[in-house]
């Protein structure tokens, strides 16, 4: 399995430099990890952050030396394996290790499946879809509302806002 980590946004001045949406903690962690790859790991990007301004992280690439080829890399993911990252600290979870997970309420009754982990900048949110439905609902990814997270068992207990109704 390979992780999401960025995402080339722009070429960044005349000498071959790109802007990156990174999506590490502290964005120029993006460059701890060694050397990334596009979406079909064709190609590997070795990453040397020079700055991080309110756009992205400002960085240079391995083989990228002018404007040029900087411009053409715009929109590419960069990658890296699973198995490089390190472990989740105790009570906290890489998004993608979340979803798929089965969503069941406090009896143990599925209710639906977390098919993404959102965050409109207020914290994150577990999109699910519910059981027999088209529709997703987001669930603040908290406490209150998701009171577990059962990795081994494959499965997340959430809270539904709002009124219940009995089944």
């Known amino acids: 399995m390979r992780v999401l980590l960025g995402r080339i946004a722009a070429a960044h001045g005349i000498r071959g430099e790109v802007v ?8 120029e962690n993006i460059a701890a990890y060694g050397p990334l790859t596009d979406r079909s790991g064709a190609r590997v990007f070795a990453i040397e952050c020079q700055r991080v301004t309110a756009k992205g ?6 083989g990228v030396g002018d404007r040029s080829a900087a411009a053409t890399l715009k ?5 890296i394996a699973r198995d490089r990252l390190p472990p989740a600290a105790e009570g906290e979870f890489y998004h993608w290790d979340l979803v798929g997970l089965a969503a069941v309420n406090a009896e143990g009754r599925c209710i639906g499946e977390i098919v993404a982990v959102q965050n409109y900048g207020a914290g994150d949110l577990l999109e699910v879809r519910l059981a027999g439905a088209a529709t997703t609902q987001l669930i603040p990814f908290n406490e209150a509302f998701v009171p577990q997270v ?18």
């Open 20 to 27: 990156i949406h990174a999506y590490t903690e502290p964005p």
């Open 57 to 62: 992280v400002v960085a240079r690439l391995t």
């Open 75 to 79: 929109g590419t993911d960069l990658y």
């Open 150 to 167: 059962d990795l081994t068992e494959k499965r997340v207990v959430i809270v539904l806002p709002g009124p219940q109704e009995e089944t």
